[in-house]
């Protein structure tokens, strides 16, 4: 039976341990904002050998390229996008401490592997909504490289934001198990 | 001879790029709910749940179903007798483009150049214009936007004659199976079939901006687009590839004259927010 958590950013490795594929979170604190334009800009500033715009130990990288906000409004929608082109970049970003990635779509056997290995975690939320989603986030303010315009890295905060553990760190995947019983081809 | 002036255009593409994004087709949103009554699994439902949930919330707000308000594909079927006065059809058709993707909050996803620079064009052109001669004397505009977790997993397949029906159902199978959870299921899937690389791909697209509960004219067609269904659901993706029986709310499929060695099958997904928007001027 799938259990429910509410968790707290950062994330310790402890309370990482206590999360399964399958359990459902509600996220709350600060999330960081980052899609593929960001991931290569922070993986290359790694290669200069300068440090990422924050500290990744314990936190989240949601993948995410929101809409413009509309006047009065922290965000516009805000859905996840494909996590799979950040497989490349996600790996050394674990290794580096980051916790948990909140995205939607499978994830390499390298990042598996990562996530396991360096005790991680991967949320799904659920892609198409957007506009529903848009309401747990509060606040959202670029960090770095604005002129990626919705690839720019950005803080967020986040109350209550709703996800599913995908892959956890023993190795368990929803996508894999998750299938199986409607499975007949 | 009927005129129609560019700014007309301008202002009808604008418009329509607005409502695409934000309100979900009717044949979308009747598909959902039909889904969420048969959906097996607990999570499945659940999903579906948040996804009408979030199509009121967008258009009760007038904001994005979806944040990846994709590239703007049009189909303009311009009718002979039409004179458009006042500049260039597509120039006016791109001015609606960056007019709607700016008024309305819309997600700008358009880089200028694919490989070296991938600059944000900063107005979400250029469209993708599909345009179509017809009889009359109107202008068709239907806009789909497209977002890129579903087309990236689209796939062409050069098949051969001998490989027949059989070849493309597992053709359009594997392409679903291996697109996984990536695409945002339940999606509603466009099969082309026959023509050559490039018609293959325009009709599996056609296909997928078509109506959800829309069927192909020719019952052959038709009833393949059934067996498509029925075989897709049985992979077990269900919604947002969590587990479930409702992998696509429907596969449209259209079809056109190829070569004697030749069948090609071009696979276009779209995801679940199937969105489209028409206007005839």
């Known amino acids: 039976?799938?259990?429910?958590?509410?968790?707290?950013?950062?994330?310790?490795?402890?309370?990482?341990?206590?999360?399964?594929?399958?359990?459902?979170?509600?996220?709350?604190?600060?999330?960081?904002?980052?899609?593929?334009?960001?991931?290569?800009?922070?993986?290359?500033?790694?290669?200069?050998?300068?440090?990422?715009?924050?500290?990744p130990v314990g936190q989240i990288i949601y993948y995410v390229g929101p809409t413009p906000a509309k006047p009065g409004k922290p965000i516009g929608s805000a859905g996840p996008t494909t996590s799979g082109r950040m497989d490349a970049y996600a790996p050394r970003l674990m290794e580096l401490g980051l916790a948990g990635m909140i995205g939607k779509g499978n994830r390499s056997k390298t990042v598996m592997d990562a996530i396991r290995n360096n005790v991680c975690v991967y949320f799904a939320a659920t892609g198409g909504a957007a506009a529903l989603i848009s309401r747990c986030i509060t606040s959202y303010t670029?960090?770095?490289?604005?002129?990626?315009?919705?690839?720019?890295?950005?803080?967020?905060?986040?109350?209550?934001?709703?996800?599913?553990?995908?892959?956890?760190?023993?190795?368990?995947?929803?996508?894999?198990?998750?299938?199986?019983?409607?499975?007949?081809? | 001879m009927r005129e129609i002036s560019v700014e007309l255009i301008r202002d009808t593409v604008a418009r329509l790029a607005m409502e695409a994004c934000c309100r979900l087709p009717k044949s979308t949103l009747d598909a959902m709910r039909r889904a969420r009554e048969s959906e097996l699994s607990p999570t499945g439902r659940d999903v579906l749940d948040q996804l009408i949930e979030n199509a009121g919330i967008a258009a009760s707000e007038n904001v994005p179903i979806c944040q990846d308000t994709g590239l703007a594909v049009v189909f303009a079927d311009i009718g002979q007798d039409v004179h458009i006065t006042g500049g260039l059809f597509e120039d006016a058709v791109n001015d609606g483009i960056a007019k709607g993707y700016t008024?309305?909050?819309?997600?700008?996803?358009?880089?200028?150049?694919?490989?070296?620079?991938?600059?944000?064009?900063?107005?979400?052109?250029?469209?993708?214009?599909?345009?179509?001669?017809?009889?009359?004397?109107?202008?068709?505009?239907?806009?789909?936007?497209?977002g890129a977790g579903s087309e990236n997993k689209g796939a062409l397949h050069m098949l051969v004659p001998a490989d027949g029906i059989e070849g493309v159902k597992k053709a359009v199978v594997e392409t679903v199976r291996h697109a996984g959870a990536s695409p945002c299921p339940p999606m509603v899937i466009g099969v082309g079939i026959g023509g050559n690389m490039e018609t293959a791909c325009l009709c599996a697209k056609k296909a997928c901006a078509r109506d959800a509960d829309s069927r192909n004219p020719d019952p052959r067609y038709a009833k393949l687009e059934d067996e498509l269904l029925e075989l897709v659901n049985r992979l077990g993706t269900g919604p947002a590839g969590l587990g479930g029986s409702v992998t696509a709310?429907?596969?449209?499929?259209?079809?056109?004259?190829?070569?004697?060695?030749?069948?090609?099958?071009?696979?276009?997904?779209?995801?679940?927010?199937?969105?489209?928007?028409?206007?005839v001027l």
């Open chain 2, 103 to 146: 008024e309305g909050y819309l997600r700008k996803s358009s880089v200028a150049e694919p490989l070296f620079e991938r600059k944000n064009t900063g107005d979400n052109t250029p469209a993708i214009i599909h345009i179509r001669l017809v009889e009359g004397d109107r202008i068709t505009l239907r806009l789909a936007p497209k």
């Open chain 2, 249 to 279: 709310f429907k596969v449209n499929v259209e079809f056109c004259a190829t070569h004697i060695a030749s069948l090609p099958v071009a696979v276009n997904i779209n995801c679940n927010a199937a969105r489209h928007a028409e206007a």
């Open chain 1, 142 to 185: 670029v960090l770095a490289w604005p002129e990626l315009g919705p690839e720019a890295l950005a803080v967020m905060t986040v109350e209550n934001f709703p996800a599913t553990v995908v892959a956890d760190c023993y190795g368990g995947d929803l996508y894999e198990e998750g299938k199986k019983p409607y499975q007949s081809i």
């Open chain 1, 1 to 55: 039976m799938p259990a429910t958590h509410h968790l707290t950013t950062p994330l310790s490795r402890d309370i990482i341990r206590t999360l399964h594929a399958g359990d459902l979170v509600f996220i709350t604190g600060t999330v960081y904002a980052a899609r593929d334009a960001a991931h290569k800009r922070m993986i290359e500033a790694l290669d200069r050998g300068e440090s990422l715009p924050f500290d």
